[in-house]
């Protein structure tokens, strides 16, 4: 922490973890969005013969019915990064308004806001998407996205908490409120600053947890109803004999991309504490 | 050790009451209207038999009083165990079919959560700061746990199941067996049980193995490691303590984890087909049985509260410091 930003990526770049991690979340970026442009199939539509292993004219081959695998695949991929970007977000922000006002303010608020996140902590998240997505006939990326960004923040919230209640009373911050400095002031000046790698963290790991929510929600029939998604892409694999069939090539891309990007984003995740918490660099 | 688990116990009732308040307001809240699918999949022919169907549903699922009424007459309903009746299933009452699956859910969530905890602790104590184990068990953790599970459930089916030919995929028991005490019917039980169970073991146990290795490195930094190796204690003994430090945060993740562990399990069920009651739910949904997706809700939050309340008896026995009136790390 506290790191100059020449020294944090000399770090950064030095570090093993975070440079295979990084790389590969820009593959598949870069993937989403040059993909759509790769192939000359829309993702749903009926192109060829069904059910055709990859070739080169198909490069992940097509479903039972005759679609394109590789061109539902990079949709899916573009719809899997915005589920991540904004459930990550909307999670990651209420995590850090709920835990942050908990650990700063402190006692009866705290109580109350812990209560609070601690009972919203044990219902699980699936089960109530499940029952709200269950009633809306019509569902779209950006609902599903809200939903499980409204759904994720508890467990941030908690950790956020506990982080600033131990920042709230290190020496500098409390020398910063003898001085007479506003509250605003110290939150964004002194506690902040410290605080941002730790957010950075929490951030990755709610992107993460937004991209497998979503892959279960698409898998189990509740994903979007107007697009495809890597999820989805699953479901429809399971639903029509993609197993007995055995066509292989349609539900081995789907789970080896989301695989591959949260895995990634893990990893990217542990380089990053290394970089930040020189305690924990490799000897 | 009452004070602590106390204030446990006000936060599962504060959660109970706050599961069963959302599952009855979230159908009230929705856009669309419930009873509108019901009817038109009846296909009324003209405007009165639309009349008649929508007064018929309205007082059978007693729609017809005001709502706080309705928010009392559900609770009672839920105390008395009546979660009306399906109509995916017509006329069987919702609580017996869930009665009907919570033992496969049991039978293979219970061994899944506990060896693979058991497991994966073990090896990521094992690996930890051992240069050759930590390279091949933490890279093989990390694509585990980020593994979706109905991803892995899918590959094994495949590959276990289709190309290999060793184990059936869909089921808990041949179509051409009947529950019943036999040596023949627990073989065939068991096989079938084993894809569903391997695929939760595995997701499951990247997690933990990783989790356990991040506690001991940070253990062994700890004070207490630094003093017994400056006093020249063997490192097994080191590892030892470390160990049984690290060990508490993962009973707390353990709590933790429930959620995506539910969640897992409901994929993993509609992979292979397994009649528990996370296959049970989305069959509900796709039917849009509504009184049997709100009574798998319940039955869901009722185990995770118990679950819950498990881990914390755990916890109670293995750290001293609740029982003292220290609360400890977990409040």
Partial sequence: MGLKRSEFLFFAWRNRKLRIGVSIVIFFVILAIVGPFLTKYPPNEYVEAAAFPPSKEHWFGTTIFGQDVFSQFVHGLKATFVVGLIGGTIGTFLGILIGFTAGYRGGMVDEVLNMVTNIVLIIPTLAVLIIIAAYLTVRGILTESVLIGLTAWPWAARAIRAQTFSLRVRDYVDLARMSGVGSMKIIFGEIAPNMMSYLLLVYILQFGGAVLNAAALDFIGLGPTNTISLGLMMNYALLWAALPLGIWWWFVPPGLAITAIVGALYVTNVGLDEVFNPKLREM | ?331
């Fill in chain 2, 1 to 331: 050790m009452s004070r602590y688990l106390g204030r446990k116990l006000l936060i599962y009732l504060l959660t109970f009451f706050l599961a069963v308040t959302i599952d009855w307001l979230i159908p009230r809240l929705m856009p669309g209207d419930p009873i509108n699918v019901m009817i038109s999949r009846l296909g009324p022919r003209n405007p009165q038999e639309v009349q008649l169907l929508r007064e018929y549903y309205l007082k059978i699922f007693a729609l017809d009083v005001p709502m706080w009424q309705q928010y009392i007459n559900f609770w009672k309903s839920v105390f008395r165990g009546d979660l009306g009746r399906s109509t995916l299933f017509f006329p069987r009452p919702v609580l017996d079919i869930i009665k009907a699956s919570v033992p496969y859910d049991i039978l293979l969530l219970l061994p899944a959560i506990l060896l693979s905890w058991f497991a994966g602790n073990n090896f990521g104590a094992l690996a930890a700061r051992r240069r050759w184990l930590d390279n091949t068990v933490l890279p093989l953790g990390y694509i585990l746990t980020a593994t979706p599970y109905m991803w892995l459930a899918l590959l094994l089916a495949w590959a276990l199941g289709i190309v290999a030919g060793i184990f059936p995929i869909a089921g808990a028991y041949s179509f051409d067996l009947r529950p019943h005490l036999s040596w023949r019917f627990i073989q065939d039980l068991l096989l079938h049980w084993f894809l569903p169970f391997l695929s939760l073991f595995m997701v499951m146990f990247g997690g933990w193995a990783i989790g356990m290795r991040n506690m001991i490195i940070y253990e062994l930094e700890a004070d207490y490691s630094r003093y017994l190796e400056a006093l020249g204690a063997p490192q097994g003994l080191i590892r030892r303590y470390a160990f049984r430090n690290a060990l508490l945060p993962q009973i707390t993740g353990l709590a933790l984890q429930l959620g995506t562990i539910v969640a897992g399990a409901v994929a993993t069920e509609v992979v292979f087909a397994y009649p528990g009651i996370g296959n049970l739910i989305v069959q509900a949904i796709q039917n849009q049985d509504y009184f049997l997706i709100q009574g798998c809700f319940l039955f869901i939050i009722l185990g995770v509260l118990l679950a819950n309340l498990l881990i914390d008896i755990a916890y109670v026995i293995v750290d001293p410091r609740t029982r003292l009136g220290m609360t400890g790390e977990a409040a």
